[in-house]
C-alpha cells in the first residue's frame, strides 16, 4: 500500500519521481492519496502519460487525481475522498476500467445515473 500527499512545491521534480516509484512496484496493490492539490490534474496527466499500472486494485483518491485511473486498467475498488467524484465517472464511462465492483465517495446526477442505467441495460 502507498499512502501519498502532492502539493504543488517542486511538482515538476516530485511528479516523475512518483512515477518512477509507481513504476518500480510492480505488485503493488492500493494506492492512497490523502491529498492533492486541485491545480495538479493536468500535470499529474503529463507525468502519467504512457504509463500503466496493472497491479493496482483499489484506489483511494480526490477527484482532481483523476487522471491515475485510466493508468489502472484493473482496478476493483475506487474510492473518492475529496470533491464530487464528476471526472472519475467520466473515466469509468469512457471505459478506461471494466473490472470496477466497488464504487464509493462519488456523488452521480440524475442524468448519469440514467446514462449507465441504459448502458446496463443495453449490454443485457
Known amino acids: 500500500m502507498l ?3 502532492l502539493t504543488r ?4 521534480t516530485i511528479l516523475p519521481a512518483f512515477v518512477d516509484l509507481l513504476s518500480a512496484l510492480p505488485n503493488l496493490q ?4 490523502v491529498h492533492v492539490h486541485s491545480q ?20 483511494v483518491l480526490p ?3 483523476h487522471e491515475l485511473l485510466p ?15 464528476g471526472l472519475i465517472t467520466t473515466s469509468i464511462q469512457a471505459g478506461h476500467c471494466v473490472n470496477i465492483v466497488k ?6 446526477s440524475p442524468v448519469t445515473l440514467k446514462r449507465a442505467y441504459l448502458e446496463i441495460c443495453h449490454e443485457l
Do not use: H, Q
Not at 492500493?30 to 492519496?33: S, V
Not at 493508468?71 to 475506487?78: K, L, Q
Open 9 to 12: 512545491y517542486k511538482a515538476g
Open 40 to 59: 495538479m490534474a493536468s500535470a499529474i496527466g503529463l507525468a502519467l502519460r504512457g504509463k500503466s499500472f496493472p497491479s493496482v486494485k483499489t484506489l
Open 71 to 85: 493508468r489502472c486498467p484493473n482496478v476493483e475498488d475506487v474510492t473518492c475522498n475529496e470533491d464530487s467524484g
Open 3 to 5: 499512502t501519498i500527499s
Open 30 to 33: 492500493t494506492i492512497e492519496f
Open 63 to 65: 477527484t482532481c487525481a
Open 103 to 108: 464504487l464509493l465517495g462519488v456523488k452521480l
